[in-house]
């Protein structure tokens, strides 16, 4: 692995990411029940907390610092998500929609000046980016995707 072929992995993730849910009017993007009772925007808000998790860490594990894990700190992920998913709900539509292209361009940025020698081999920080980036993403994608084929065939 490389740097540019991480990237491109991460791109076409986020690009697969972002046309889940091209086209939707924002009063679908608010409607619930896409992922329990996640909208789409909850979901974006969600992906946007997971890269600003991994700017916030990634330069931790560089430093050769171990963070914090969730489930002592938070009691788990399911809590980090429900505290996190509290904390953004009174974010409008479109704030939620500028943070999530604002953080993902930070994360392109920091990604793409981050030592090489973290991509030619698995590392902890290698790990960290992909877990709350390009692995992350799809699942989002599918659940976003089933919601609007269940949705416009009623």
Request: glycine share 6%; net charge positive.
């Amino acid at each position: 692995m490389t740097r540019e072929r991480l990237l491109r992995q991460l791109d076409k993730a986020w690009l697969a990411f972002k046309e889940s849910y091209a086209g939707l009017a924002d009063s679908q993007l608010m409607e619930p029940g896409v992922t329990g009772e996640w909208s789409v925007r909850d979901i974006l808000a969600h992906i946007t907390t997971w890269e600003e998790e991994a700017l916030k860490y990634l330069p931790l594990i560089l430093e050769g610092v171990r963070p914090p894990r969730y489930s002592t700190k938070y009691g788990g992920i399911d809590a980090f998500n429900a505290l996190m998913t509290k904390q953004k709900a009174g974010l409008a539509l479109s704030d939620v929609l500028n943070q999530l292209d604002e953080i993902h361009g930070r994360l392109l940025d920091y990604v793409r000046q981050a030592p090489e020698e973290q991509f030619t081999v698995e590392t902890r920080f290698r790990r960290r980016l992909r877990l709350d980036t390009y692995s992350h993403y799809p699942k989002h994608a599918k659940a976003i995707r089933n919601w609007r084929q269940q949705r416009f065939a009623e």
